[in-house]
């Protein structure tokens, strides 16, 4: 009688996984894999080897609280001889003596997430189970038959491989690219994925349908979306627009998601303040990067929030020109979520592909506040009843704007506005450049194109197909080439009179500090032309001086001006709108590295920067972070005042774990300068 098959220990090769599955950085002292590709497994026994005519070795893979092979959790396979396609297999590639190679493939739509796996030895009628320790298994791009396949490699390492990016914000005549570190490998992240998706209200309901579920990028998809804002549930981040985040951290000042992650969970899971869009889609961006879905941030411009579903932004002016009632439907400057990649068979075919995801708390899709996937085709192609919200991310680039002039008595009349277009400039990072992609034409086809009223008449979106109607007189605001922070500047209403009548007029041009999404604050400039004469076929531009004493107590970290001109012809009862949102350029953040850039060497980082300002800057700090270069954040505090027009200058040392490019993101704060950004890339050598 042979006796028992003894398990001494099992090696779960990290370093041979972690390479061929891309995970090796999360390969620390624990297996990461990714799901329908083989990994690698070697048993040592002892006392006897392994003979396959008298050993059955059969293993078991479980995930979850209640793991069952009808839900997909729970997976019992023996040794077979051969891969099985689609299925839980183990494969023998090697033995000498005790010492057993194995290979285990898991299927390409298993539920991702943490297993356990062991091993039950018998021999004859006597056995033993051993466990031989736990993995996680990811979504895998790479992997044909897997929903999130990639067929293009630069893709893959962009949008699941690369830690850092950009977001774009601004305005759509001036679009600003905030760095921003993704740090989906970094130490924790991944337990804080698994542990944001055990805290999703679905789970805490149902945990074996939840986990089961799993396997689903679609259904994850839907779950981080709603897990990333804390409106239903121990959602990370709290989402706050009203420009006071004294008891929290301004939106803007983040740089990256790591430390919202990381508070979040050392917290016991209490939302973390404050969060806005760009925020929100960026932690999303990283939690499904971690998880192995392909996803990207994507700012579409002039983004339209539309509540009621008519495809319709209405505003409601005085003949000041002033707004007269705040409505909750808006144009917002720039709006930020996320596109992931996967197939859509629960659709019609073509919808596969990018698929539009918006954690930021606007509407409830389905009695909770999150929004998509929807397939960015379905959009373009004007198909509202598509799952998931489809409707919604539609209004966002392509509702229209109608603005209305109150009369005295009461009555409207509306009025003629060419500079407010909703959805332009829809913009990404490209896939291995630090530069901006307009992506505007995978949501919309060329204006006044047939395939466009095509896809309005689909949408039933009536109003974009009426006629606009042609007025002699045009308007628009112009601005000088480069307005930065603390500067006084001229913008000008520039006006064209194409008809062969003279046209008295009266001009009224306001400048007013704005937030991203479109809340306006205090004025700071404005002009009233009374009797504004225009000759037949001319062209006259009017100044407006905005002085930096007029706007620095009120503009917000946003660093946006928004001007509007009324041009009233009384006689005619005739309104032009004409409006322009200014961004005021920050200074720029020099950052030198010095010391040889090598792996698991100490590098010191400089970074710097001058006061534009006329006033002392008071209470000044740096941050930074980047992945694969510092473990933590590093907050550098500045004692003294930096004078007006004076340098301030810090250094942080860093200490490169990983070979490669990384980038070192800085964020700048002080009394009157804030959420001021830069970074620099580190080409990191072998030790």
């Known amino acids: 009688m042979a006796e028992d098959l003894v398990l001494e220990k099992c090696d779960l090769e990290l370093e041979a996984n972690g390479r061929d599955h891309h995970t090796a950085s999360l390969c620390q002292g624990r297996l990461v894999v990714r799901r329908g590709q083989p990994f690698w497994l070697t048993l040592h026994f002892t006392g006897r080897s392994y003979e396959s005519s008298v050993d059955s070795l059969t293993f078991s893979a479980v995930t979850g609280p209640d793991p069952s092979e009808d839900a997909g959790t729970k997976a019992r396979f023996s040794l077979s001889s051969a891969v099985e396609e689609g299925a839980w297999t183990a494969v023998v590639m090697d033995q000498q003596d005790s010492v057993l190679s194995l290979q285990l493939s898991t299927p390409p739509n298993a539920p991702v997430g943490l297993y356990r796996l062991s091993l039950e030895a018998s021999t004859g009628y006597q056995g033993s189970s051993f466990v031989l320790g736990h993995f996680t298994l990811l979504f895998n791009s790479w992997c044909p038959a897997d929903a999130v396949y990639l067929d293009s490699d630069e893709e893959r390492r962009e949008y699941v491989l690369s830690q850092q990016g950009f977001i774009y914000q601004g305005s759509v005549k001036f679009i600003k690219s905030i760095p921003w570190n993704f740090g989906q490998f970094e130490d924790g992240i991944l337990d804080i994925c698994l542990m944001l998706l055990d805290r999703n209200p679905k789970f805490l309901k ?68 404050y969060g806005q869009c760009w925020v929100f889609a960026a932690v999303a961006c990283t939690v499904l990067r971690c998880l192995g879905i392909p996803t990207r941030v994507v700012t579409n411009f002039n983004s339209a929030h539309d509540q009621n579903s008519n495809l319709l932004i209405e505003y409601v002016y005085n003949k000041f020109g002033e707004i007269q009632k705040e409505k909750s439907e808006m144009i917002w400057n720039y709006h930020c979520w996320v596109e992931s990649w996967m197939s859509r ?99 919309k086809y060329p204006e006044g ?158 970074a710097s920067l001058r006061n534009p300002l006329t006033v002392p800057l008071l209470g000044c700090s740096f941050t930074m972070e980047g992945a694969g270069l510092t473990e933590e954040q590093k907050v550098m505090d500045v004692p003294d005042p930096v004078e007006a027009g004076e340098e301030v200058k810090v250094r942080v040392d860093l200490l490169p774990r990983h070979v490669g490019r990384h980038k070192l993101v800085v964020n700048f704060e002080s009394d009157k300068l804030k959420a001021v950004k830069g970074f620099r890339n580190v080409l990191i050598g072998p030790a």
């Not at 959602?235 to 992650?261: A, E």
């Not at 046209?503 to 009797?531: F, M, Q, W």
């Not at 001319?538 to 107590?553: M, N, Q, V």
């Open 206 to 273: 149902d945990a074996c349908r939840d986990c089961s579920s799993r396997s689903n990028p679609i259904y994850v998809g839907r779950v981080v979306s709603a897990m990333v804002n804390c409106n239903d549930d121990q959602g990370v981040l709290l989402g706050r627009w009203d420009n006071n985040y004294k008891d929290g951290i301004s939106p803007m000042f983040w740089i990256g998601s790591v430390d919202i992650l990381r508070r979040w969970k050392t917290s016991g899971c209490q939302r973390v303040k």
């Open 345 to 443: 068979p629960d659709l019609q075919p073509g919808y596969e592909g990018w698929q539009a995801l918006d954690p930021t708390p606007q509407e409830k899709s389905e009695g909770t506040y999150c929004c998509g996937p929807v397939p960015v085709r379905a959009i373009k192609e004007g198909d509202l009843s598509t799952k998931y919200d489809a409707a919604f991310v539609f209004a966002e680039v392509n509702a229209d704007v109608v603005n209305w002039i109150q009369q005295d008595d009461g009555s409207l009349c509306k009025s003629t506005n060419n500079s407010q277009t909703v959805g332009m400039k829809i913009s990404t990072k490209s896939v291995g450049r630090d530069e901006r992609e307009d992506i505007t034409h995978n949501y």
């Open 449 to 606: 194109s047939p395939e466009e009223r095509e896809a309005f008449r689909k949408a039933n979106h009536l109003n974009k197909l009426t006629e606009k109607e042609e007025t002699g007189l045009a308007m628009r605001i112009r601005v000088s080439e480069s307005m930065s922070m603390g500067s006084d500047f001229d913008v000008f209403a520039y006006i064209n009179n194409n008809t062969s009548e003279s046209h008295s007029c009266r001009l009224l041009l306001h400048a007013r500090t704005v937030s991203y999404n479109g809340i306006l604050g205090p004025e700071c400039g404005t002009k009233d032309l009374l009797n504004l004469s225009l000759e037949p076929f001319s062209e006259k531009s009017i100044p407006l001086r905005i002085l930096y004493e007029k706007y620095c107590e009120c503009l917000t970290e946003s660093n946006l001006i928004k001007v509007r001109g009324l041009l009233v012809e009384q006689a005619a009862n005739n309104y032009l709108l004409a409006e322009r949102d200014i961004y005021l350029e920050n200074p720029e953040i020099k950052i030198r590295i010095l010391g040889e850039p090598k792996q698991n060497r100490k590098l010191v980082a400089e």
